[in-house]
């Protein structure tokens, strides 16, 4: 086998495993399920990854029994129901998988705390689900936040089988 060979099938090897990643993100556009969830602005800006839209979702925060035990960086899932106005809303919080075909979305416990609206037997878990960037164009971005911050929002996301979130649009 001649160098130009071998060239020509590490490339496409490399080829092969990039395409495979694409593919992989991008099923969840394609198999996922359309729901959209109410969000809050953050305000970011990053140097290197240019701009964007942190979002906060009214999932993000949801009370839990005080004697419940999550760890930080802690895997979860949080069931959803659909509410009267059309909106997602957290069902529940599983340290594991459902069982049955409820939809859930999978996160990660940021932290538990405690917060003053909350009856004393309950804190607040804080979980982050990979869908808190929305990038756009740097003017988009800024008219974006502005709205967000006036009146609120919502996200519409695919979620697909496995609990993972892509961010579709947010109005």
């Known amino acids: 086998m001649n160098n130009k060979t071998k060239t020509i099938i590490i490339s496409a090897f ?14 969840i556009f394609l198999t996922g399920q359309t729901i959209d969830l109410k969000v809050h602005p953050i305000d970011p800006s990053d140097l290197l ?3 964007y839209v942190r979002l906060e979702y ?3 925060k949801i009370p839990v029994k005080k004697m419940s035990t999550y760890e930080r960086k802690q895997q979860i ?19 594991k998988k459902p069982a049955n075909d409820e939809l859930y979305i999978k996160g990660k416990v940021k932290y538990a ?28 971005a800024k008219r974006l936040e502005d709205d967000l911050a006036k009146k609120g929002g919502i996200a519409t996301v695919v ?13």
């Open 113 to 140: 705390g405690w917060n003053s609206t909350l009856d004393k037997d309950f804190r607040e878990l804080n979980i982050e689900y990979g869908i808190e960037n929305f990038f756009t164009k740097q003017d988009e």
């Open 159 to 171: 979620v697909d089988k496995h609990g993972r979130a892509r961010v579709l649009m947010v109005k």
């Open 49 to 51: 990854r240019g701009q």
């Open 14 to 27: 490399w080829l092969i495993i990039a395409i495979c990643f694409i593919l992989f993100n991008e099923k």
């Open 77 to 95: 899932y949080v069931t959803l129901k659909k509410a009267p106005d059309g909106l997602y809303t957290a069902k529940s919080v599983l340290s």
């Open 58 to 60: 009214d999932i993000s």
